[in-house]
């Protein structure tokens, strides 16, 4: 009987502790902390670029003695110049960007010569000055390679005009003969101007200075075709080039509206408690 009762006793203590168990409240589970996260860089931005522009002249021609008679210079070469431009441009997406931009190409010096007869000699070598300078309008698409850290390298095209701007040439003609027979006086011919079809190739890298702005260092390629450069005077002319290459290093900066607003927080679904 004695162990009858005992028994009965050991199951309701057990039965007892079963139920305050599962009346009892689940612990809490700790909540992680939100993550917050950048969205991703879309949208529109300005940029501003300065280099250094060697340039590559293909060449220039103009009329000797009358508009028959079309030869080439037989020296023609372009000095370097510095270039300054801007643009504004949208941000797609993590991959690909487009811009329009205006640059400004400095006084790039012309130094030519040309031989032949001139009034003083049959045998002449003239000396030719002037100087060009160039706006740029052009219309660009890059496509960004990925980000590597806060670097992110980039290729791209263009394609536009540029207004080609030439100066006075100034033309003086020597005897080269050796006899000394001394040089005609100087002839200046008007410059003139005109817009050329223009194309572009750039490769580069952007790096992340902050969420919204970005440091742009570069390379450009810049054909620029050919037109027309001085005018007629006193049985020469008129000139035209034959267009000239431009080998651009550029650094810059490019200011993105917008590209510090974080992604909108999405609070993680409730735990599930298991009893």
């Given at each position: 009987m004695k162990r009858s009762l005992s028994g009965i006793f050991a199951a309701l203590l057990v039965a007892s502790n079963?139920?305050?168990?599962?009346?009892?409240?689940?612990?809490?589970v700790p909540e992680m902390p939100p993550e917050v996260?950048?969205?991703?860089?879309?949208?529109?931005?300005?940029?501003?670029?300065?280099?250094?522009?060697?340039?590559?002249?293909?060449?220039?021609k103009y009329f000797q003695g009358s508009n028959d008679n079309e030869v080439d210079f037989t020296t023609a070469d372009l000095?370097?110049?510095?270039?300054?431009?801007g643009g504004v441009?949208?941000?797609v997406n993590s991959y690909l960007r487009t811009d329009v931009t205006l640059d400004y190409f400095g006084k790039a010096d012309f130094h030519g010569s040309t031989t032949g007869s001139c009034g003083v000699s049959t045998d002449c070598?003239?000396?030719?000055?002037?100087?060009l300078t160039a706006w740029s309008l052009m219309a660009n698409a890059y496509v960004d390679l990925g980000t590597y850290g806060y670097?992110?390298?980039?290729?791209?095209?263009?394609?536009?005009?540029t207004y080609v701007k030439w100066n006075n040439l100034s033309n003086t003609s020597c005897d080269a003969s050796g006899g000394g027979l001394g040089c005609d006086d100087e002839v200046t011919h008007g410059g003139k101007g005109n817009w050329r079809f223009s194309y572009a190739?750039?490769?580069?890298?952007?790096?992340?200075?902050?969420?919204?702005?970005?440091?742009?260092?570069?390379?450009?390629?810049?054909h620029v075709g050919g037109g027309e450069m001085f005018g007629y005077n006193e049985g020469g002319g008129p000139g035209r080039d034959k267009g000239f290459n431009v080998h651009e290093a550029r650094i810059g900066a490019r200011y993105l509206f917008g590209?510090?607003?974080?992604?909108?927080?999405?609070?993680p679904p409730a735990p599930i408690v298991y009893k």
């Open positions: 079963v139920y305050a168990a599962d009346l009892a409240p689940p612990e809490p996260t950048v969205s991703e860089a879309t949208g529109w931005y300005l940029r501003g670029d300065v280099g250094y522009g060697f340039t590559d002249l293909r060449g220039a000095r370097d110049a510095f270039t300054v431009g441009g949208y941000q070598t003239s000396n030719d000055i002037s100087s670097v992110t390298p980039y290729v791209g095209a263009g394609i536009g005009g190739l750039m490769a580069g890298a952007t790096i992340d200075v902050t969420c919204n702005v970005k440091a742009d260092v570069g390379y450009r390629f810049l590209g510090c607003a974080p992604a909108p927080y999405e609070p």
